[in-house]
């Protein structure tokens, strides 16, 4: 797996891709920390870490989107599959290399902090419980966009696949409030990513919310890892 991440993670930097993530995310983030801190005159870094949560879903295909489907154009993907490695180990070393690559990204509001801690008192422990909520937040739509990845071999399809799906789950919630059915919005609620995003942002920190990012995160990697069994014996 090590040498899989290690192949993966440079291949970000041969090519444009993080650059591109790290420079648009860190544009957005400093934009949104002027407006929600520094132009209010505030210490309070909520209203940062809540505007991300859509900076986030419009950057993470970009991330996955060449994951698994250039190996399938370039037609590298069958020496990949008969490697001496496991399917798991195939698909976690990618899926690392991405995730290595958002942590290098948001950890940018840290620095924010920082600045802001020169002008006031920063609640440090809220800091640090909305960097989490964004690296679980993370760790879930990565997965998501790794199996999109699985299925396609054309990059483009994959990163507008991946965009639709985590709107998708954006908008669970507020699909939910348009359904007559009780149980419905039940489901749709305790599904709501956002929901629970936004919670952790406000202070309200709960178990349960890290459980349901991680198992998000491992039943799509498990999922993306099931596509491939069917193709190594295809």
Request: one cysteine or more.
């Amino acid at each position: 797996m090590g040498a899989i991440f290690r192949r993966e993670f440079g291949a970000y930097f041969t090519s444009s891709i993080a650059y591109i993530f790290l420079a648009v995310f860190w544009i957005f983030s400093g934009f949104f920390f002027y407006q929600s801190s520094l132009y209010t005159a505030t210490t309070d870094m909520s209203g940062l870490f809540q505007s991300l949560f859509l900076v986030i879903i419009f950057l993470i295909p970009i991330l996955t989107m060449r994951l698994f489907s250039e190996e399938k154009k370039q037609k590298t993907e069958q020496g990949l599959l008969t490697a001496p490695v496991s399917l798991g180990e195939i698909v976690f070393g990618k899926y690392f290399a991405a995730l290595m690559l958002y942590t290098i990204g948001i950890l940018m509001p840290f620095l924010y902090a920082l600045i802001l801690s020169a002008f006031g008192h920063v609640e440090w422990g809220i800091v640090f419980s909305n960097f989490l909520a964004l690296f679980l937040l993370g760790m879930a739509f990565i997965a998501v966009g790794t199996l999109v990845s699985a299925l396609t071999e054309n990059q483009i399809a994959a990163a507008v696949m991946s965009f639709v799906g985590l709107m998708a789950l954006y908008m669970v919630d507020v699909i939910g409030e348009y359904i007559s059915f009780e149980w419905v919005k039940t489901v749709c609620e305790w599904l709501s990513f956002y929901r629970k995003y936004y919670a952790i942002t406000c202070g309200l920190f709960n178990v349960t919310t890290v459980v349901f990012y991680v198992s998000v995160a491992a039943i799509f990697n498990y999922l993306t890892i099931r596509v491939f069994e069917r193709r190594r014996w295809s």
